[in-house]
Structures are given as structure tokens and as C-alpha cells.
């Protein structure tokens, strides 16, 4: 198996060769257990899915990626085409997936933008319910492994910050958000029916915010990130929510993706459920002013009102994932948001979301 980052096509996304922050995506314990397997990433022309689609590659797994391109990009996996172990196959997973077998199943199909799933709840709502029924049916035929991606959003408006996986959650069953929110909550629960059901391996990681190359920078809410740098990039007032005084966490798309891949080959992670995100907390307004700095000007910021339901913090508690998977952050966020404003500059023509 090829180990090194000659496995990785790193100027396809515009960085030289063996950049160290994306030197993690190899650094996995028990990578070699996914070489020769045949892995199926369900959402795989997504932001996340792509960069899990390419380091699965790396790692020698042949890789089949499904995505029905309804936030997907045909374009984050074009460098992937020619790879003799890749296929791609446009598939609306709530239609029904293919019949064969897989080794491991990553289920990140679906929308997770909040001004996207408030526009499709129906369609939301069917990925991660008809569209998990399918993954793991096919998973329990073939006695495949899943990996769930779940969101932070079960969590909804938390009383417990940072936010630990014990935590039921305080969720808005009726709400605008509740699509995607009850979506991501009864799709958890179908992972564990399986597993109790049918002694299914199943693994669920609820992926805080994340943000890196590849990620959109469109929408007038969502991606708070890559929507300032397209902002900034564009000398645009960055549009903020409120006062800007509600707080995330970011995570840099390489340290994601490494936790995933360990949450997939670690014997312990089975049947676990594991935050994966920064526990660096910010507030939106503090990200906004730190992205002006990077950008080198400032050009304002300017309000607006505050959608519905949008949970005033939201930050990880991820001692779990630091004790069971030897897994934490590696990339600093003046240092992810700098190389994502760099490949924004390389790769994508600046969006007005005004």
C-alpha cells in the first residue's frame, strides 16, 4: 500500500505537494485496513464525502461514490475520474442503492446546509429515513460496515456546553429546522435498531461545523466560514446573524476526515457514537473580524435577523474521541482559514450572496 503523499493528488485542490496539515489524512492507526477493501461513500461528491472518496484512494480501497448531485459537485471529484479504482454512479440513495457488496458503507448523503434543508425538508427528511433503510439493508445483507454521519444539530439548543455525546439533546420537533435536526435523530436510532436487531456494525460521528477546501461559499446562512472569505475576497461587507455574539466551533476538513477513518478501522468504535469537531469556541462575530484580518481589509460588516431556531452555542466536548481513538484538532483555525482563503483565491470564482 502506498503510504506516502504521492498517493495524493494535492495540486488538484491547489496546495504543494506533502503540506503538513494535510499530511493527517494519513496519519491514521490501522490504515492498512482499508486497503483492497471496496468502500461505498454514499454523499461522496459533497465537500466531506470528496476528501473521504480521495484519502480512501490513498489508501488503497476501491472506492464507489454515489451522490445524486443535488448539493454535490461533479467538480470536487473530477481529478478522482481517471483513478482505476474509482467509480461514480448518480444516485438519489432514497430511490434505492445497488445490490452488491461492500466492506464499508459511509452514509454522508444528504443536505446540510440550513437554507437548503428549510427549502427541501421533504427530501431531507427522506435521505436520512428512507435513505439510511437502504444503506443498512444493504449493509445488513452483506454484513457491511456503516459509518453514520450524524450532525451536532441533534443536539439543538444544548443546556450542556461543550456539548458531550450523554447529552439527549433540546430539540424543536416541529420547527424549520426539525428536518434536518429529527432527520439526523431518527437516522441514529435506525443505526442502533439494526444493531440490536441484527448484530449490525454500525458507527455514528456527529460532525460539528467543518469547513476547508471544496466547501461551498454560496448561501445567504449557511457555511459561515466560506461564505465570509467569499465575502472578504470579493471586498463585500461580511453579512452577519443577530449580533454575531451566537458561537461555533470549526474544524479544518483534514482533522474531520481523520477521525472518521479512525472511527471506521477502531474495534472500540463500534456501536459508539463520537463528537468530531474543534473545541475552540467562537462567536460569529469574533470569525467574521478574524477573516477580514486574514483577507488583509476590512470592508464592514453588516446585520441581519436571526433565522428561527438557531442555537445560540455550540462547541464539542470530545474526551471521548480523545481517549478512545487518540484523536484530536491539529490544524489552527487562523492556519485552516488561510489555505481555504488560498483555494478559494485558486479555485473558485467569488460568489455574490448578496
Not at 448523503?109 to 435521505?127: G, I, K
Not at 456501536?271 to 462567536?283: D, L
Amino acid at each position: 500500500m502506498k503510504s506516502g503523499s504521492e498517493s495524493v493528488d494535492f495540486k488538484a485542490h491547489g496546495f504543494p505537494e506533502r503540506y503538513d496539515c494535510f499530511m493527517a489524512l494519513l496519519d491514521v492507526p490501522s490504515a492498512a485496513d482499508f486497503h483492497q477493501k471496496e468502500v461505498l461513500v454514499a454523499g461522496g461528491a459533497g465537500f466531506l464525502g470528496s476528501w473521504l472518496s480521495e484519502t480512501l484512494l490513498a489508501h488503497g480501497s476501491s472506492v464507489t461514490c454515489i451522490d445524486n448531485l443535488a448539493t454535490g459537485r461533479e467538480a470536487n471529484i473530477s481529478h478522482l475520474r481517471t483513478h482505476k479504482n474509482f467509480r461514480f454512479e448518480k444516485i438519489d440513495i432514497s430511490d434505492g442503492i445497488m445490490d452488491r457488496h461492500f466492506d464499508m458503507i459511509f452514509h454522508f448523503a444528504s443536505r446540510a446546509s440550513p437554507e437548503e434543508y428549510q427549502q427541501h425538508p421533504v427530501e431531507t427528511m427522506l435521505a436520512n429515513s428512507i435513505g439510511t433503510r437502504n444503506i443498512l439493508e444493504l449493509a445488513a445483507k452483506y454484513n457491511s460496515r456503516v459509518i453514520y454521519a450524524s450532525s451536532s444539530e441533534v443536539y439543538g439548543h444544548p443546556d450542556v456546553v461543550p456539548t458531550p455525546e450523554s447529552y439527549w439533546g433540546h430539540v424543536n420537533p416541529i420547527g424549520p429546522r426539525s428536518c434536518y435536526d429529527e432527520g439526523k435523530r431518527f437516522g441514529e436510532a435506525l443505526c442502533m435498531a439494526y444493531l440490536r436487531a441484527y448484530n449490525l456494525d454500525v458507527r455514528i460521528v456527529r460532525i460539528f461545523n467543518t469547513y476547508g477546501p471544496r466547501i461551498r461559499g454560496d448561501g445567504a446562512y449557511a457555511r459561515a466560514a466560506s461564505r465570509f472569505i467569499n465575502q472578504a475576497l470579493r471586498s463585500e461587507p461580511l453579512t452577519v446573524y443577530g449580533d454575531g455574539s451566537q458561537t461555533r466551533s470549526f474544524c479544518f476538513v483534514t482533522d474531520t476526515i481523520n477521525a472518521i477513518l479512525r472511527v471506521a478501522t477502531s474495534d472500540a468504535a463500534r456501536a459508539e457514537v463520537f463528537n468530531i469537531g474543534n473545541p475552540r469556541e467562537i462567536t460569529i462575530l469574533t470569525l467574521a473580524q478574524l477573516v477580514e484580518q486574514l483577507a488583509g481589509g476590512s470592508h464592514g460588516v453588516k446585520y441581519g435577523p436571526l433565522p428561527e431556531d438557531d442555537p445560540p452555542r455550540r462547541c464539542p466536548d470530545i474526551s471521548k474521541a480523545r481517549s478512545i481513538l487518540g484523536w484530536e484538532p491539529r490544524v489552527g483555525l487562523e492556519e485552516g482559514l488561510s489555505q481555504t482563503m488560498r483555494w478559494f483565491r485558486e479555485n473558485e470564482l467569488p460568489r455574490s450572496n448578496t
